[in-house]
């Protein structure tokens, strides 16, 4: 397999966190999304992405989007060990956690939207900051509600294996350190999240641990 | 089953479209998002769903929440006819269209946002129309793209039978009409659309056929 990945793309490292708990070996091909306009945006690369996103996953012939419907596809093509429960009522509250991140938080914070923020509308880089921040706090505020009160939760966000749900916290909670957010206001999601950086699946995975990092 | 849905919600009826293929019978919640401040926000529904956001769907003691949660929930609890076709490949394809919609198009553009860019930045009307319609037609055209070029491409997003990719794009489809998105310019996305509307499953789900339509 091949992975084309940004190493502080939070969406690729989603997969990378798959890849590595599944001990799934894959070469990394660096799709750098700041350099000379956007890697993302070359001709070559859009024949295989037609968002012009990452990751990309290719398979032999297969090539596959979407970080989560690549998650899904891994999980059903190397179910060991898994990363999402057996029960339909608990793969669906997995799923639910990691769609709240990848739905309700990332996508109104990633690049193209703040980009259309500054040089569309002109929004003042301190707005910006704020934008930002408000989206990320508003959806960990909610994640935290639930993680701290659902008994599902454990060293992970469901007990104490890894799942999905995981592999979509822990990029989301690199970026919002990144960007000074105080994590430690959400306790739940800050101690999975340190959690999971003490293990060696993880690790591997990280942004700072990827060819390209800077 | 109990679904709590608002008539206008996409995610909301990308759910009632998946029960409606599948012949679940369900009684239905209304939770009306624009009255009273927002009845997702009562205390009383946030308990359901913490992030105060429809859908929910209550099934026995299960509370599930998150719209692409729910279709995978149904699709394994409920297998027929099936929303998802049977190769991983295939799979991993329909889910990422449905991604593509859930992800990329739909949360940059939901109430919360554009509250946001009205009360907080205090953009214009019309830039907040553009806005609107900047986030669909970007992400209209990526998708249009990938249909129009993709042999599996039939009378729906995978062949000839509706899926999950189908459940995403009907409602938005019909979001980007009520915003006056001039859909033609999508000659597969409309074509795809135009067909699920004459099919009674889908008509069944739409907005004006709820008991909260207005």
Not at 175 to 198: C, L, M, Y
Request: glycine fraction near 4%; hydrophobic fraction near 40%; aromatic fraction near 10%.
């Amino acid at each position: 397999m091949k992975l084309y990945s940004y190493f502080r793309s939070s969406a690729s490292y989603r997969v990378r966190i798959a890849l590595s708990l599944k001990n799934l070996p894959y070469d990394y091909a660096p799709i750098h999304m700041l350099r000379d306009g956007g890697e993302q945006f070359k001709p070559e690369y859009r024949k295989l992405n037609h968002d012009a996103v990452v990751p990309t996953l290719v398979d032999g012939d297969d090539v596959l989007t979407q970080s989560l419907a690549i998650i899904e596809y891994l999980e059903e093509t190397h179910p060991q060990p898994p990363l999402l429960p057996a029960a339909p009522r608990d793969r669906a509250y997995v799923r639910s956690i990691a769609l709240q991140i990848a739905c309700e938080i990332h996508p109104i914070d990633n690049l193209r939207v703040l980009r259309y923020l500054k040089h569309t509308l002109g929004v003042e880089e301190a707005a910006k900051d704020a934008w930002y921040r408000h989206w990320v706090e508003a959806g960990f505020a909610t994640l935290e509600e639930h993680l701290a009160s659902d008994t599902r939760t454990g060293t992970f966000c469901f007990g104490d294996t890894p799942t999905m749900a995981d592999a979509c916290l822990v990029p989301q909670v690199f970026n919002a350190r990144r960007f000074k957010i105080d994590t430690a206001a959400f306790p739940t999601i800050h101690r999975i999240a340190d959690h999971a950086a003490s293990l060696e699946a993880f690790a591997r995975a990280a942004p700072g641990a990827q060819p390209d990092a800077e």
